[in-house]
């Protein structure tokens, strides 16, 4: 997906160049019947494609197919431009598709440095969405013997990539065989339930110490 934004920035910024340079030096471009088809088709081509991949996209919650249908909506927004200027051109002397390029070729840019700084958050892991915090919370304190928890921490790096740890508070006289056993459990229901690889650490405490309240 990195790889596919920083591609689509490359092309829209060599876009935005060739259609500066054409409106500086216009040259009018004849076409005739057969590369319009072409034109059309490839539009209707495209427009499926990026259809598809987003569906698919979300569906799977996979950036890379979404950032795929970026790449195929790009291209029905750049041939689109060019086709309607083609017309438009047939009753106005000025190249009108240079314009309607270099217009196209910015909104390109802006669509892969999006994609690129949504990418960049998942390599860096970033944080998930407040309702998953908030299971995962309820989850570690409706295990057995918990009193407590804290430094809750949750990144994601993707799809089935949600990595979270956590402080699970104990009474001071529970044992680590009991401990233990009920981290474990905790940590096969919150992957079970909310799809985060949660690793768990026992922290206990005195609550009984009246020097410690």
Same mark, same amino acid.
């Given at each position: 997906?990195?790889?596919?934004?920083? !591609?689509?920035?490359?092309? *829209?910024?060599?876009?935005?160049?060739?259609?500066?340079?054409?409106?500086?030096?216009? @040259?009018?471009?004849?076409?005739?019947?057969?590369?319009?088809? +072409? %034109? =059309?088709?490839?539009?209707?081509?495209?427009?499926? @494609? =990026?259809?598809?991949?987003?569906?698919?996209?979300?569906? %799977? =919650?996979?950036? @890379?197919?979404?950032?795929?249908?970026?790449?195929?909506?790009?291209?029905?927004?750049?041939?689109?431009?060019?086709?309607?200027?083609?017309?438009?051109?047939?009753?106005?002397?000025?190249?009108?598709?240079?314009?309607?390029?270099?217009?196209?070729?910015?909104?390109? +840019?802006? *669509?892969?440095?999006?994609?690129?700084?949504?990418? !960049?958050?998942?390599?860096? *892991?970033?944080?998930?969405?407040?309702?998953?915090?908030?299971?995962?919370?309820?989850?570690?304190?409706?295990?057995?013997?918990?009193? *407590?928890?804290?430094?809750?921490?949750?990144?994601?790096?993707?799809?089935?990539?949600?990595?979270?740890?956590?402080?699970?508070?104990?009474?001071?006289?529970?044992? +680590?065989?009991?401990?233990?056993?009920?981290?474990?459990?905790?940590?096969?229901?919150?992957?079970?339930?909310?799809?985060?690889?949660?690793? %768990?650490?026992?922290?206990?405490?005195?609550?009984?110490?009246?020097?410690?309240?």
């Amino acid at each position: 997906t990195l790889l596919i934004g920083v !591609v689509i920035i490359v092309v *829209g910024f060599q876009l935005i160049l060739s259609s500066i340079g054409k409106i500086i030096t216009p @040259m009018r471009v004849e076409y005739d019947a057969i590369a319009l088809a +072409v %034109l =059309g088709a490839s539009i209707a081509v495209k427009l499926f @494609m =990026g259809v598809f991949y987003l569906v698919r996209g979300k569906k %799977l =919650g996979s950036d @890379m197919l979404r950032a795929a249908s970026l790449d195929s909506f790009s291209d029905v927004a750049v041939t689109s431009g060019l086709l309607v200027a083609v017309v438009v051109n047939l009753f106005v002397a000025y190249p009108l598709e240079d314009i309607v390029g270099l217009l196209i070729s910015l909104f390109i +840019v802006f *669509g892969g440095v999006k994609l690129l700084l949504s990418t !960049v958050g998942r390599l860096l *892991g970033r944080g998930v969405d407040p309702d998953t915090e908030k299971r995962l919370r309820a989850i570690i304190l409706g295990g057995d013997l918990v009193v *407590g928890v804290h430094d809750l921490r949750v990144h994601d790096y993707g799809p089935n990539r949600k990595l979270a740890s956590a402080h699970a508070e104990f009474e001071g006289d529970v044992s +680590v065989r009991e401990a233990h056993a009920v981290l474990d459990a905790l940590e096969h229901k919150a992957y079970e339930e909310t799809g985060v690889e949660l690793v %768990l650490h026992c922290d206990p405490i005195e609550t009984d110490d009246v020097t410690l309240n």
